[in-house]
């Protein structure tokens, strides 16, 4: 069985990024240049609670998706808090044309002018936002019912509960590798914080991305563009199927790595990938099966047996400069049927 095919294409993506149309520093097209341009086949410009469609921008070999991001915090007003825990919601329109906005509430889109935000179609409740496990889970909802993918964002940085993330409901995917904060503040790799969502029935997908805003200059060491990204796999490089891959986890985070290949038969899980030092195996256990590369050799596959007790697998490869390729969990039921 293939779970990841190297006869089906991958699309570099950036699925977080903010530009002048909110708290980003360069415009959509300075943007969509910039990715073209390092080898970038889908951008998704996810400015704070302000869709918009730019698929005007799309190429033959480039495609925009149309998305934004939505927060919720612990005052009313919506005012940002550095020691106060909040949630950040990517959410992914399932059609290009969809600019609706979710429990709309003014105090949010500061982004937007009054004008933009009365032109704008409206779902769900207008009352003010809440930030309790009931009032979110009807957001989730709400995006879910009106044509969007929700994504959880950099759950470290919002300084979430894992109690409270157990209680999300309608989340399709999270990142494992959020790459400003983890580029720049080391934090936001959550490995384990998803295995422990594994471990409590939570069949999320992960992905990675940027949340770029380009405070700095591209060549500065402090930029936040390029830091992590996501290879969708689809037949081609359309809206449709590549929304549809997301939506199915055909998919992958990393900061560099790529893995060519992953299937399983006989109990055996092979993986192929660029040069690595070590290839993890996740599986739930306290003792993940892994293989390193000796002195200064690479690995480009690695070999694993499924644990009997094993109620999922998920890989990691690492590179000798310490960057990842994380695959999302693929269960027993996916395997064995």
């Excluded at 086949?41 to 996810?46: K, Q, S």
């Excluded at 612990?74 to 290009?96: G, K, M, S, W």
């Excluded at 769900?124 to 009106?146: H, K, L």
């Excluded at 979430?160 to 399709?172: A, N, T, V, W």
Aim: glycine content about 4%; some cysteine.
């Amino acid at each position: 069985m293939l779970l990841i095919s190297s006869a089906v294409p991958q699309y570099k993506a950036n699925l977080h990024c903010h530009s002048t149309r909110s708290d980003g520093r360069l415009s959509p097209i300075e943007l969509k240049t910039m990715y073209k341009e390092r080898g970038y086949a889908v951008l998704a410009i996810t400015d704070h609670e302000s869709p918009e469609n730019h698929s005007s921008l799309n190429e033959e070999n480039f495609l925009m998706l149309t998305g934004y991001e939505a927060y919720i915090r612990t005052n009313p007003d919506c005012r940002y808090d550095v020691f106060a825990p909040e949630i950040h919601l990517n959410l992914f329109a399932r059609q290009a044309d969809n600019e609706t906005l979710i429990c709309y509430n003014p105090a949010c889109c500061k982004y937007l002018s009054p004008e933009e935000q009365q032109a704008l179609a409206k779902a769900g409740t207008q009352e003010t936002r809440s930030y309790t496990a009931d009032y979110i889970n009807t957001f989730i909802r709400t995006a879910n019912e009106n044509g969007y993918l929700v994504a959880y964002n950099h759950p470290v940085w919002s300084m979430e509960d894992e109690s409270r993330i157990l209680h999300y409901e309608g989340i399709f995917s999270m990142e494992m590798v959020n790459g400003n904060s983890y580029s720049l503040n080391r934090l936001e790799y959550n490995g384990a914080l998803y295995d422990k969502l594994i471990r409590n029935r939570k069949r999320w997908f992960v992905h990675a991305a940027d949340d770029n805003h380009n405070q700095f200059p591209i060549d500065h060491p402090q930029n936040d563009s390029f830091r992590a990204f996501t290879m969708i796999l689809a037949d081609r490089l359309d809206y449709d199927h590549i929304i549809s891959a997301m939506e199915h986890g055909e998919m992958y985070a990393s900061t560099g790595p790529l893995i060519r290949e992953l299937s399983y038969e006989n109990d055996i899980i092979h993986v192929e990938c660029s040069p690595a030092a070590s290839v993890y195996c996740y599986f739930g256990s306290k003792h993940p099966s892994s293989v390193h590369a000796m002195n200064e050799e690479q690995l480009t596959c690695a070999d694993f047996s499924l644990h009997p007790n094993a109620a999922y697998i998920r890989i990691t490869v690492v590179d000798r400069n310490g960057n990842t390729a994380d695959t999302r969990a693929y269960y027993r039921d996916e395997l064995i049927k």
